[in-house]
């Protein structure tokens, strides 16, 4: 969670949320990151989670990361989530919930819905307050 954190300060200085995310390969080696890029990019789809996702396939060589943990700092919106089902990841670890967009169980559980075919293991709260903190942090700078 400490490499997602200090990925996600990396967003700040465009203007964007700070949430940053780590993709870990099977054995715990550090496969790819990424952090919001919404407003550097222009791109609605350019959340951590997602750039982190298409990187690591990029870097495999194959869009299914069996076995490979996302680590987060914000629980995973709706899109966010359904990326990490179509990659079929393992594990997702995340540190502040999102009552108002999550999708890992605060406010949607897509990533556990028993009508899709993969469903990844959640592991939440992680650093929940410092990831928390960063994020208040950037808003009330704003």
């Not at 819905?113 to 208040?136: K, S």
Request: proline letters at 5%; hydrophobic letters at 50%; one cysteine or more.
């Amino acid at each position: 969670m400490r490499l997602a954190l200090r990925e996600a300060a990396r967003a700040v200085p465009a203007g964007d949320v700070p949430v940053g995310a780590v993709v870990l390969g099977p054995d715990g080696e550090l496969l790819a990151a990424g952090h919001n890029e919404r407003e550097a990019a222009g791109d609605p789809t350019a959340h951590a989670e997602v750039l982190a996702l298409r990187r690591a396939a990029a870097r495999l060589g194959e869009w299914r990361l069996p076995g490979c943990t996302l680590v987060v700092t914000l629980e995973p919106c709706v899109m966010c989530a359904g990326a990490l089902v179509q990659a079929r990841v393992a594990r997702v670890v995340y540190g502040a919930a999102d009552e108002k967009a999550g999708a890992a169980g605060s406010l949607w559980d897509l990533v556990r819905d028993r009508r899709l075919n993969h469903r990844p293991e959640v592991v939440r709260g992680v650093l929940a307050e410092e990831c928390a903190r960063q994020l208040t942090d950037f808003f009330r700078q704003l």
